[in-house]
């Protein structure tokens, strides 16, 4: 193996590994950040000083201007990701618990399956189509803890999460193929800048700013977001959109499966989240049924070439 082809395989390996640890602990990091700062604003708030922080380090380093075209194409990823996809997870972790969110945002991968076979014109399988069923079974599985569960919104947290899963998807394989700069940091950085304006538009539009209070706001709150800035966001969106751009998208959705076994492990040991046994079943099944998509939809990728 060339020694370029060695390093660009470790520089793969390292960016999974990034988002496998890092997106596994923000479930967590979401639930104590939206406990006392609104949703979309909180999110705003991350994207927005995430973004600029990249988008000065790549102008510092003299990369190139975006045109109107690769703003354009940013500005449409930003809404998909950041705000009908993070957004709506915000929102979702002020009603249901972050493992439960982790186990429901696992089943990502189904709608990358779907929309890329969709755009290949090759419908899937009986195996993949047996497989998707058991899934959202194992949905609906979670969704029967409604009925011991005393907050309204419980439900239209779970609905929610699963429909933003959908907006990721299509934003993540949009990326793919969209215009944007040839630098992954400074795509990144305008996909960031623009999706936190978005998310604060929807935050202010939504009177999210009447519900914040200084004297409610706790310290951990604070520091989750900051942990959010950082680590979910500078170091491991930059890893996210340089995969997309070296790997599959179907590939590197499958890190939903690390990250919700770190998620639920995190909830249920240092967020004091119950994990009951309806909760451990229904994620056996979700996680299995998806490994049984994406592996398939590989292998046939695979055979086709």
């Known amino acids: 193996m060339e020694p370029t082809e060695m390093s660009h395989r470790w520089k793969i390996i390292g960016a999974f590994s990034i988002i496998y640890i890092i997106w596994g602990s923000t479930y967590l990091a979401i639930r104590y950040t939206v406990e006392t700062l609104p949703p979309f604003l909180s999110s705003g708030i991350r994207f927005i000083i995430s973004g600029a922080i990249l988008y000065l380090w790549g102008f510092l380093r003299g990369q190139p201007s975006a045109t109107f075209a690769q703003w354009r194409s940013a500005a449409i990823v930003g809404l998909f990701l950041m705000v009908c996809g993070n957004g709506a997870l915000n929102w979702s972790e002020q009603h249901i618990p972050s493992s439960l969110a982790s186990i429901l945002i696992s089943t990502n991968p189904f709608w990358f399956v779907v929309i890329e076979s969709v755009l290949e014109k ?7 189509v047996a497989a998707l069923i058991a899934g959202f079974f194992g949905v609906i599985l979670l969704s029967n803890d409604l ?16 429909i933003s899963s959908i907006f990721w998807a299509v934003g993540s394989i949009y990326s793919k193929r969209a215009d944007l700069p040839k630098s992954s940091i400074l795509s990144t950085a305008m996909a960031m800048l623009t999706g936190g304006i978005f998310s604060a538009i929807v935050g202010l539009s939504a009177g999210e700013y009447q519900q914040f209070s200084m004297i409610n706001l706790q310290t951990k709150s604070v520091i989750a977001l900051i942990y959010l800035i950082i680590f ?9 959109f340089w995969l997309l751009r070296v790997v599959s998208p179907t590939k590197v959705s499958t890190c939903v499966y690390v990250n919700c ?41 695979e055979h086709e070439t």
Request: no cysteine; net charge positive; hydrophobic share 50%.
């Open 122 to 128: 090759k419908w899937p399988n009986i195996k993949v």
């Open 147 to 162: 009925g011991e569960n005393n907050n309204p919104l419980y439900f239209t947290g779970i609905i929610v999460i699963m």
């Open 261 to 301: 076994v770190i998620a639920v492990i995190l909830g249920w040991s240092v967020g004091g989240e119950e994990l009951s046994t309806r909760t451990i079943l229904a994620a056996l099944i979700i996680i299995g049924s998806v490994i049984i998509v994406t592996s398939t939809k590989s292998h046939n990728m």
């Open 232 to 240: 979910g966001s500078l170091i491991a969106f930059v890893a996210y």
